[in-house]
């Protein structure tokens, strides 16, 4: 939302094939997106203070030619690309073989949904906005997650979104870090409503109602790591991260 405008121009020669992330759900290979490629709709899920490695490649039509890449991400979620770490870094690469850079979250970055972008350009910096004669953009979503498992996201299908601190205060998740059960306890959710668990890359290792889950989830047989609860009612859903140990 409000994010400048980029564009790589003509993809006639050039176009960016691969972005994966690593530790992620995004691994995108694509062929030419016309210098401009939406991918918002693929989440990947980030930990503050973590380290993955970005892999990119270029497609050509014909010849092979030097790309210049660069990577961005909105840590702070206000809508640019301008401020202090936002630029991840990138490089150069030659030919279509796959190359890596890596990115660390930083610790103070805002939790949720926020922009990653991708820039190739060929011949001239690869800047975060405006066009260039020959290359392509894409544009991703980072989810960033706190390392210290106190995030809580929520989502009403009809009204207004409540406080924060209302959120906090219908939802408990307990213990957490935890190595065996995990304890769900929210007020005015109806035991038909669906809890699913998905691990950081966006698979899903656990389904159950709230009348299942009321004595506890066994998550003893998870392996250790970050995963995502999530609990879908009719007219709202919550979505908190834990960590098993």
Same mark, same amino acid.
């Given at each position: 939302?409000?994010?400048?405008?980029?564009?790589?121009?003509?993809?006639?020669?050039?176009?960016?094939?691969?972005?994966?992330?690593?530790?992620?759900?995004?691994?995108?290979?694509?062929?030419? %997106? =016309?210098? $401009? /490629?939406?991918?918002?709709?693929?989440?990947? !899920? &980030?930990?503050?203070?973590? #380290?993955?490695?970005?892999?990119?490649?270029?497609?050509?039509?014909?010849?092979?030619?030097?790309?210049?890449?660069?990577?961005?991400?909105?840590?702070?979620?206000?809508?640019?690309?301008?401020?202090?770490?936002?630029?991840?870094?990138?490089?150069?690469?030659?030919?279509?073989?796959?190359?890596?850079?890596?990115?660390?979250?930083?610790?103070?970055?805002?939790?949720?949904?926020?922009?990653?972008?991708?820039?190739?350009?060929?011949?001239?910096?690869?800047?975060?906005?405006? %066009? =260039?004669? $020959? /290359?392509?953009?894409?544009?991703?979503?980072? !989810? &960033?997650?706190?390392?210290? #498992?106190?995030?809580?996201?929520?989502?009403?299908?009809?009204?207004?979104?409540?406080?924060?601190?209302?959120?906090?205060?219908?939802?408990?998740?307990?213990?957490?870090?935890?190595?065996?059960?995990?304890?769900?306890?929210?007020?005015?959710?109806?035991?038909?409503?669906?809890?699913?668990?998905?691990?950081?890359?966006?698979?899903?290792?656990?389904?159950?109602?709230?009348?299942?889950?009321?004595?506890?989830?066994?998550?003893?047989?998870?392996?250790?790591?970050?995963?995502?609860?999530?609990?879908? /009612?009719?007219?709202?859903?919550?979505?908190?991260?834990?960590?098993?140990?």
């Amino acid at each position: 939302t409000g994010y400048c405008a980029a564009d790589g121009g003509s993809t006639q020669y050039e176009w960016i094939d691969l972005i994966a992330i690593s530790g992620t759900s995004i691994n995108n290979t694509t062929g030419s %997106n =016309s210098g $401009y /490629g939406d991918f918002t709709s693929q989440v990947g !899920n &980030v930990v503050t203070g973590s #380290t993955y490695t970005i892999s990119m490649s270029a497609g050509f039509s014909g010849s092979t030619y030097s790309e210049n890449w660069l990577f961005y991400a909105d840590w702070n979620r206000d809508g640019d690309f301008a401020d202090a770490g936002e630029e991840l870094g990138g490089g150069t690469t030659t030919n279509g073989n796959t190359y890596t850079t890596d990115f660390t979250v930083p610790s103070g970055a805002s939790l949720g949904d926020t922009r990653f972008r991708a820039v190739m350009r060929w011949n001239t910096a690869a800047v975060e906005c405006g %066009n =260039s004669s $020959y /290359g392509e953009v894409e544009d991703y979503t980072l !989810n &960033v997650c706190d390392a210290n #498992t106190t995030q809580v996201l929520y989502e009403e299908v009809h009204g207004e979104a409540l406080e924060i601190t209302q959120i906090n205060d219908r939802l408990q998740l307990y213990p957490n870090p935890t190595t065996e059960i995990l304890n769900v306890q929210i007020e005015r959710m109806p035991a038909d409503a669906v809890i699913s668990i998905s691990d950081m890359l966006g698979r899903r290792v656990e389904s159950l109602t709230m009348s299942e889950a009321q004595n506890g989830i066994n998550v003893s047989g998870l392996q250790s790591g970050m995963y995502i609860i999530r609990i879908q /009612g009719t007219e709202e859903s919550f979505s908190q991260s834990f960590r098993k140990e």
